[in-house]
């Protein structure tokens, strides 16, 4: 899986959880951050927990993958 353009989002399959990322710049600092993150009914983000992902829509992500498969035990 690799990491696509927001451009190019499925926008059929947003009730699914996805990673979505943006690049942060703060000072000299840079960083990739990762949220795993769908929406819901109302066109919220949401945690898998539920819990509103609150102050931050689709817009604000540059990038989108699909998540790997987890891993056997």
């Given at each position: 899986m690799e990491w696509q353009?927001?451009?190019t989002l499925d926008h059929?399959?947003?009730d699914e959880f996805r990673l979505y990322?943006?690049?942060v710049y703060s000072g000299p600092?840079?960083?990739f951050e990762v949220h795993y993150v769908a929406l819901d009914d109302?066109?919220?983000l949401v945690e898998p927990s539920g819990d509103s992902f609150t102050g931050?829509?689709?817009e604000d992500f540059?990038?989108?993958?699909?998540v790997p498969e987890?891993?056997?035990r």
């Open positions: 353009p927001i451009s059929d399959r947003l990322g943006l690049f600092l840079e960083w109302t066109g919220q931050w829509n689709l540059e990038f989108w993958t699909d987890v891993p056997k």
